[in-house]
């Protein structure tokens, strides 16, 4: 018989209907398969604030020992994330902030950092000359201010750039896609677009090629997503110029999550690297990043045959006993 889980871990999203919280998720359940204590209770808010409230409010009534969260807005989700702390459940903050410090850890990106080394990179890459758009994500999530301020503070070093534009994408394609059409007579002449995140950065590139500008204006993104559909493939493809590195941090959430339940020491602020990703250094990075997606693959096909082993396993054991009387 299967014991009894020891630990409830409770996930709340704040949106998943992404490549990169899709390669956050599967982290997470990659670790996940090595602790079978634990079970995982996952709620996807769909980018709705009110909608994460209500989520992590029921997690918390569902007897959860932990609470994973990357608030959708740092604001709205402050309350009931403090209120959960308080009331003795660790919370590990991933990705996204609140506005609180009280949590228990954090994990995930110095998105000042991230805005800075993409500032410092197109300030670089500009010959310290041009003309600047910039799209951020939700203005309300603490990435999209912190990789702002950082981007700022970088191209404040370059009195010849100037920033003639500042678009709220919303961390969304689509959004960034209008915003761009609607006001594309007054940003034509930039140098260069900065967008925020991968899908904010496709869709600049999808602007120009539709309307057959060619050469297409400079583009730099962030996220450095793997795989035949993320910006590493198109920094490879010369669909963008570069991209910044943020990693999902799936696998270390859970991790720290772990050693939180088991009450073993634990790093408070678990920062995770950056670099940037341009021509110079695509191929090496998409070979290794490659390989490292065939053995996730291979590590999730041998848990899956695992688990069927296990369940004909103990489907004979039960046989076993009915049959013998044991
Ligand atoms: C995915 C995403 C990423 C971005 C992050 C910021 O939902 O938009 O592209 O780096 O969220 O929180």
């Not at 198109?234 to 799936?250: F, K, S």
């Amino acid at each position: 018989e299967k014991e009894a889980p020891k630990y409830v871990i409770g996930f709340s999203q704040c949106t998943g209907d992404d490549a990169w919280r899709r390669d956050m998720l599967r982290g997470m359940q990659r670790e996940l398969a090595f602790h079978p204590e634990v079970d995982f209770l996952y709620r996807d808010a769909k980018g709705n604030s009110g909608k994460q409230v209500e989520q992590i409010k029921e997690l918390l009534t569902s007897n959860i020992n932990l609470l994973i969260v990357s608030p959708n807005e740092a604001e709205p989700i402050t309350p009931v994330v403090e209120q959960a702390y308080q009331n003795g459940i660790p919370v590990v903050v991933v990705d996204r902030k609140t506005a609180s410090s009280f949590y228990t850890a954090y994990v995930g990106g110095n998105n000042y950092e991230v805005g800075k080394t993409a500032g410092q990179y197109i300030g670089a890459y500009l010959h310290g000359k041009g003309k600047v758009v910039e799209i951020t994500g939700l203005p309300t999530s603490s990435p999209s201010i912190e990789r702002h301020k950082g981007f700022l503070d970088a191209i404040r070093n370059y009195p010849n750039i100037q920033v003639i534009r500042v678009i709220a994408g919303d961390w969304e394609k689509k959004i960034a896609k209008q915003k761009l059409t609607a006001l594309f007579d007054s940003i034509k002449q930039a140098d260069l677009v900065f967008a925020q995140n991968e899908v904010m950065a496709l869709g600049t590139y999808e602007v120009w090629r539709e309307r057959g500008i060619s050469p297409r204006t400079k583009i730099v993104g962030i996220d450095g997503l793997a795989g035949p559909l993320g910006d590493i493939q198109m920094v490879h493809d010369g669909l963008i110029d570069a991209t910044v590195l943020y990693p999902t941090g799936g696998e270390e959430a859970i991790r720290t999550a772990v050693q939180i339940l088991e009450k073993k020491p634990f790093t408070k602020e678990n920062i995770l690297n950056t670099a940037v990703i341009d021509p110079t250094n695509v191929r090496m990075i998409k070979m290794q990043t490659d390989k490292i997606l065939n053995q996730q693959e291979d590590i999730e096909r041998q848990q899956k045959h695992n688990e069927e082993q296990l369940r004909v396993y103990n489907n004979q054991r039960i046989l076993l006993y009915t049959i013998s009387g044991l």
